[in-house]
Each structure stands twice: as structure tokens, then as C-alpha cells.
């Protein structure tokens, strides 16, 4: 009987199983470096074993060669099975895609059903051994509680470049949640470090941070917002550490606006000022303590940082430096005051793979003190939850902190919603739990800052099929420890920056042993906490408690399935860590109301208008000084800052609404103090960040008037000026005058100054533009504003309805171009979600876009992530903030999404070659709108966006 089953497997196998020779001939080939294996996959195929499908060179050296001569002999007498096994495992732990194990255990599988019948039934219970020797523990963590190596100081995130400031304008109790979320311990992030922004007035990414210190006379320590901000985490989490560091200064503190240390002990003042505040008037005892925002240190300065700090009572404040690059440790390696002056290297966006045998030498903590930038969906979180495990397993960093800690600025202007969770509807109070908040959870929730590190190949290290691994301990207490596991694809391990080299994961098993004596003789029970980052579906898990395992105390192992996406926590500490629910139900998502009116009397003073972003200058809520009782908004800044980046050339501005207004109406009041006489007050429609574009209405001291369309240079005029006059009587300071501005289409329809019509008629502005309502000026002078108004005209504010019946929203439809609806309104057919898989998905349907394979042509399928004619690779994180290519995996990506409003289709166009009309797209969250421009671009006129209909 056995023998006929073992003839019946033989004939099931057939030839491409029953012949070993491609197996060991391709093998050893590859073994003396003949051949690429992308070359040998075609002379292995009919066996589809050992090395096919791999990218690189085989590096299986002697292994692979002892294993190919063992495979070899197989066939031949069945009895060097077990001998063999230990090579095949040892050789194929080197194979770094899943696929690979499993590949070779069919391939000794079809060895032994080729052998002869007599020999085949003796050799099944080998077999088995075989089989399961191959590949089944493919990393083995041996934990040693006593092999301690550097001290862990925490997981954080950073609130800078105005990256918090609609937080601030949250009611409650929605502000509370988002920050329990942020700070509560065992329950959302639970951070244990808080980084920010020491205002300087100046643009520092998403906009400006007020300064305590506009003028070298006067300290405001109600300015800002920073100080709440660590105040209430200090509420959640007295034991959180916190630590500051400015972007930029304000101008009086050096006689060189590109150098913050010509006078270096006004700058320390400066900074010993801020100390106080937080110390004295919000009770926070800062921790940390940086130098100047990926801008160049100065020994001078830091030396006499140092002394001030601990003369003003913080000899326990620490200081980073140079929260940038490694080049520092150049520096601080030839200089022993400087080196000691310093306590930690900040590194930003640090590689794993450089080297920092310097910074080392130096013997003091090195931190990723900036980290990811990346948009807060799952490839977020996949990039944040590799770099804090990998930064210390690779590169012995002992903390990771994440920009930004929240995102709360508007989309439209830079790196929208890069942060660890979104909260951008102040007026809604809706706000999203992302999933980068859970990856910092697996450690935060389990650990303390100050707890030890395990040494690599004492608990820490790297898989053998790719990802990382870490334990970390309470040297007080050594049954205090969490181990966390994490596996990244390179397609999902990329944050912003710095580029990944190129490498492979596969699934795996992972096999850990507690020390000897640590696990009692009935054993020890784990916590064990899973997400998965690279699971697509609706159920992915996110932070999920499993069952807890049983440690036995013999073996005192266990054994884990780790597959590409995980992310796991083992730890002792079975209660405790939850996955917070919302206190109360998140409110529907909504675009910002209109009519908004404000007279800026319901604020505290020093601080910004409710919705205000400012992004040059700074504009806060001040008392009226001519009229009690009453308040104004005035831009504060009187000199040029120390600056960061210089945000462009234009004057002051400050920013309200959404990135896709159009057709407003917009009136204030305005007035300024003694200037030039080209001193201007300006009001705008349809304004991007800096207001390179904005339908701009200015009045000048001297009696001119313009509307251009763009913003004031400063100390000048616009430079696009479409229309200008003379206005009735020269503006008088501290004379209040009335600006009123309607734009509707490609016509404005009101210009106003006082009781003075500006315009006869309607005149013609571009009908392409979009963007935010703005105020500002043209120079560093006091202009002040009051009694905004802003109200929807015109007939494109009605919620749109498609152009083509939902009924034909079918598999097998055709992806069209059509004119992008206005105004932040939103139509069905134009709603698409950009998944974290690259797929482009159709809201009102779930399906995809697809390959047509038909002209190139792009149809709506049936979701599918592992479908590459339905992945268009993109930046996931820089495509919200300017147009760029999505390149089809499936073209070989030689194929892009390109589009022609001449035909109204949505097409696929090789990258080379014809040229459509466009091929470069950008998102907009608000409206969930794929757009074939980020700004106003002429050369396209309206915008165009991807939708499920034709152009009416």
C-alpha cells in the first residue's frame, strides 16, 4: 500500500518536481558568482525553488553550496536527511522574501516523492524533520536581563512651526480629548517627552510663533501658546519631560538678521527670559534645552548658555545640540569646554546606515530629536514605528521624537497633516485618532524613560528576515521590561527623509528565551499587543491586545508569527494599557461656516484671533488705545527676525478660511500707526501661504490704491498689478478706514475705501485662483484690524450635485477629468480617498481605479491591494502639498495618471514621450479632491479634478 501511494504521489508531482538537477546546477552556479539570480530564476523555473525571484547577487556563499551538494544527494540514498536540513535552514535564513522558505520545502518535499518506493516510506518521518527545521524559527532572541547598554530617554513629539495652533481654538471638551489622546498615560500616545517651539515671530513652516519678547523692553508672558501647551501635559503626566528650542529671534537681539549670536549675551538673556516664564509663571521646569533649529551652533553662545543656566537656577536642564546634523560632533571633539557645555547630540532625520563613530567618541546620548514628517495614515505609522525601534537596534539612539505632535494648521499651507494625529476643524470639532498614535503606544505604554536597553544579541537587534527588535528593562526592577517587534516592507518603512537603502522582509517566526531562573517553576503569563500596518482592510488591527501567553517555566520560550506590517509589545504588565475610546462621540467633519464675522473682543490679550494663521508678521488681540473697552488685532513685529527660512519677499500676513474659497466677500476695518508713505493696509481673496497669488486690494498712506494679484513686497508695492488709482485723501495714522473687497469668478465686483467706489464697474481678475482670505501690510509697522466680516456670494455656493447619474458608477466605468467643484463644496463624483496601499479609491462606490489595459484607458474595479495595475506610486506625504507624478506599478512604472480636459478623460501616459496636458496631481483632504494643480496655475486655467463622470 505504500508503495502504490508513494507511486500515486510520484505521478501528482509530476516532471517539474521530479528532477533535482536544475536545483543544485542553478544553486551552484550562483555559489561561484556565474550568474545573476535574476538569470537563474529562468533555469530553475520548472522547479520554483531556492533562489528565484531574487534581486541581488546570492550571497549564500559555502552554505548554499554544502546544502546544494547535500540536495544533490538526496535522490541518490535518502540518508543525509537530517545532516542536509541544517545546511537547507541555514542557507534559506538568508533568503529575505516570504516566499523563499516555503519555495524550499517544496522543493525537498518533490525530492523525496522522486525517490524510489522502497526508500520513499523510510524517509517520510525525515521529511518531516526537514520540513519543519526549514525556516520555521527563523530568529532566535536569547534575552539577558544582566546585559544592560545605554539609558532609553523617551519617546516624544514636537509642536512647532505653528504646527499646534488650531488646537488652541478647539472647544471643549473636544480640546481635552485630543489632548488626552496626546499625554494621558495608558491610553493614546502617552508621551513621554514634549519638544517646542520657542516663538521667535518669524515663519517657521506652517506659520509664525509669537515671541515673548517682540522689543528688547517689554516681556509678554501671555503671548503664544507653547507654555498651555506643556502646562496641560504637565496636568496629564507630571513625569513627562519637556524641552525647548527656537526656530527663530526676534530681531533685536543681534545686529545681523541671518545670526543670532553677533551679541551673544542678549541672546542668552533672551532665551533665560523664556526659562523663567515656563518655570515661574506656568509652573514647568523645562528638561531640555536646544540651540537653534537645524541652524549652526556657537561654542561661544553654548558656553555661556551653560553658565547662565545653571547661575539661574537650572543646573539639571540639559542641552541639545545641534538639533540637525552629525557635523556638530566635529566641533565639540576639538573643543572640551564646548563638549562639556552640551549633553546630548540631536541629530534630525538621521540615517541608520551612516556613521557616527564622532559622535560616539563623545560619549554622550545621541537622540533622533526630529523625526518622520510623514502624513499620519498608515505608511506614517509604519515609518514611526521602524525608526523607534531600528534608531537604537542600528544606530544605538536612545530617543525618537516625532514632527509634529499634532496637526493643526490648515491645508494649503506646508506639510499638511504630517504628525502623530489631526485635529484641523477648530469650528467643527472633529478630529482624527491616526494610526501613528498607536505605534508610539507599543512602547510608551510599557515603559519609562530611564529604563535600560538591552544590548543587540541580548535582547535587542535585527531579524534575520528583516525588521528590528529591542527589550527594554527597569534597571530598578527587572521584572519590569517590554520587547518590541517591528517588520517593515521598504515600500511602507519610508519616512520623508533621509532615503532607505534597498532591502527585503518576509514573514517569520520569532522564537524568545527569558533567562534562566527569571521565569517561576508555574511559569509566567505575558501581555502581548499587536498592530499591523500593512493590513489594508477595514478590521486592520491597531494596537490590539492578543491573548496573553503562558511562559512555561522550562522552556521558557515563546514563539511568535511575525508578518510584514507588525508591530508587537511583549510585556508583563497584563493591566494597565488600553486603546482609549473617545469620551465623547468625535463630531462629523465640516467645512468652515460662512458668514464669519469677528470683532476680536471675546479674546485674551497677546493672543491670535480665533482662526487666524499668521505666516509673516505676528497678529495678536490687543486693547484698543483709543477706544476703552473695545479690542483690535495688530500685528506685533517691528523689526525684520532672526529668521529661520525666509518665508519670501512680501510683507506681513495672517491667514483665515480654506484652501479652496473662491467667491467671497470680504470687509474690515483697518488703520496703522505712523509709517512711509507707501505704507499699505491690504485685505485678499483667494491668497496661498505667502500670497504669491491672492486677489489683493491695497491702500497706501499717500492716497494710491491697487488690486493686484498678488501680496505687497515689503517696504513696496505688488508686482502683479492689475488695476490702480487714486483714492479721495491721503489715510491719516490711527484714522480707522473701511476696506471692502467681492470677488465672484473672473470678475471682482467691490472695491471700496470708506464711502469711495474704486470701480466703476466689475473688472476682470483670474478666474483660476483659490485660497484663504488674508490681512496684512507691507512693512514691519503696527497696522491694526477690526470688525472682519466674510461672507459666500455668488451662485457657487449651493452643495453640488453630480453631472451624471450614481447608476452608472459601476465596475467597468471610465475615469474622466471634469472641472473641480469650488468654493470647499463637494460632489460625489469627485471624491477619492488616497490609501496608504497607493490604491485611489472612489468614495461613493469602494471601488478603484484601475488599468483599463485598453488604450491606456482607466476604469472603477473591485479593490484589490496587491494589484498593481491598481497602485499608483506616489509621494504619500509631499502629494497633499504640490503636484506631482502617480506612476501605475503595473506599467512596469513607465506609466503615469495623466489627464486632458480637451476630451475629458483620465488616461495612463507613458512617462516618456506624447505629453498630455498634465500628469502631475495633487489632494486636497478637504474636499477629497485629486486636482491637477496644488497652486494657481495659469498655463491650466480652473482646476480640473479626477471624477467619475464626463464634463457636463
Known sequence: ERERESGRQRDRVGE????????????SRVCKSEVPASDSVSAMAASRNVISSSRHWCSMDRACCRASSRVRRLAGDGVSLAHA?????????RFTRPSRCSQIRRSIAAIFFSLPADRFATSMSMLLLVLLAVCVQCTKIAVNFSDTDLTFDGIGALSAGASSRALVDYKEPYRSDVLDYLFKPSFGASLQILKVEIGGDSDSTDGCESSHMHSADVVDYNSGYEWWLMQEAKKRNPSIKTYGLPWAFPGWVSSDPSN???EP?????????????????????????????????NPTYVKLLRSALNQGGFKDTKIVARDGGADICNGLAKDKEYADAVDIIGLHYPSDYANYDTCRALNKPIWSSEESSSYDDLNGAACWARVMVSHFSLARMTSSIMWALVGSYYHGTQWYATAMFTAVEPWSGHYEVSPPIWATAHITQFTEAGWMYLKNNSGSGVLEQGGFYTTLVNPRNTSEFAIQIVKISHDHAQCVRPALPAFDTADENVTIT????????????????????EDYSDSAPWFVQQPNVHVDGTSRTLTLLVSVGAMYTISPRLHGPSKGAPPHPIPASAALPLPHTDSFDDYPVSQEAMYFSDQIGVFEVHQDPHSPGNKVMRQMVPQQPVMWTRPGPRGPVTLIGMSEWQDVSVSVRARFQAGPGSLALCIAARATQHWEYATSLCVYQDARWSLSADGPYMDGYPHDIRYQGNLQHELQPNTWVELNLTVVGGMATVLTCDQQQLISAPVRVDNFTFGFVALGTNAWNSVEFDNLVIQPVGPHWTPPKAPCSSSSWVKGSQLHVRPCEINALQAADQEFTLRADYLIQHVATGLCVASASVMQKLQLQACNSTDEQQQFLNDYTTIRNKALPMVLVGGGQKLMLAGDSSTGLALLLPSEGKVPQWTNWA??????????????????????????????
Not at 517539474?16 to 544553486?27: D, E, I, L, N, Q
Not at 516664564?277 to 537645524?294: F, H, I, K, R, S
Open 16 to 27: 517539474k518536481t521530479r528532477s533535482v538537477a536544475p536545483v543544485s546546477v542553478a544553486c
Open 85 to 93: 536540513s541544517s545546511d537547507v535552514s541555514s542557507a534559506t535564513n
Open 260 to 262: 543670532p549670536y553677533t
Open 265 to 297: 549675551n542678549k541672546t542668552v538673556d533672551y532665551i533665560m527670559k523664556w526659562m523663567h516664564g515656563a518655570q515661574d509663571v506656568y509652573n514647568v521646569t523645562v528638561d531640555y534645552l536646544g540651540v537653534w533649529n537645524e541652524r549652526n551652533s
Open 514 to 533: 527569558l533567562p534562566a531562573g527569571f521565569v517561576p517553576a508555574g511559569g509566567l503569563d505575558l501581555a502581548v499587543w499587536y498592530s499591523n500596518f
Open 923 to 952: 489632494y486636497f483632504p478637504n474636499t477629497l479632491q485629486l486636482r491637477n494643480m496644488y497652486e494657481p496655475y495659469a498655463a491650466l486655467g480652473a482646476p480640473q479634478c479626477l471624477s467619475v463622470c464626463p464634463p457636463a
